[in-house]
């Protein structure tokens, strides 16, 4: 399945000053966010299902696809669209199986060896990761910067042609072009979305961003 990277809202009970999860994900939404995970790290199963189905249901007629961080069990229970898995969490054939060929499967990229692995897996995107620095979440890896970003997404083509591939940790306003420039399809945000004040304003701000980033780069006129 063909994965709309572009703007990847991140949507994180721990970083939205306490607002209502599916207001936040509608706003995300009507500002052009392009696909939204719902990523919760310490609510019990019910409280994930509840909260999940909230979401989906807040998002249905934007086009905009719900998937779950990790929990294939949660995404099941409340008809999302995906997952999203790490390189410790489920394995991506497993998901497969659980959840069915028209699912949305997406992996976290860190090193070269998970790129080298792309070839055999039934993802449908890559999010190279963590980029810059990020209060969002403990991340005992350093930075792959700009330049490991670089690398990371040209091997990632190379081994899975067509795949997108984005980038995730410490993306805001101020290095979203970069990021693009350097080669990531779209940009997995959190906090530069939820924690704003005006969550559309922030997220039509950063796709717009995006969108003209892209254009540059495809036009070959990137400063």
Known sequence: MKVDLRLYAILDPERTHGRDLAELARAAAAGGATLL???????????????????????????VPLLVN??????????????HVG???????????????????????KKPEHVAELAALPVDYGCIGGVFATASKDNPDPPV????????????RTTRPGLPVG?????????????????????????????AQDVKAATRNLRGIVDASLARRASGTER
């Open 87 to 109: 390189q410790n969490d489920m394995h991506a054939d497993d998901a497969r199986r659980l959840l069915g060929p028209q699912a949305i499967i997406g992996i976290t990229l």
């Open 70 to 83: 990790d929990r294939v069990d949660v995404a099941l229970a409340a008809g999302a669209d995906g997952v």
């Open 37 to 63: 995970q719902y990523r919760d790290k310490y609510a019990d199963t019910r409280d994930l299902v509840a909260r999940a189905r909230a979401i989906k249901a807040a998002l249905a007629g934007t086009g």
């Open 145 to 156: 910067g700009l330049s490991g970003l670089a690398h990371l997404a040209s091997s990632a």
């Open 167 to 195: 980038a995730i940790a410490g993306i805001d306003a101020s290095n979203a072009a970069a990021v693009i420039g350097a080669g990531a399809d779209g940009i997995a945000v959190i906090s530069a979305i939820f924690m």
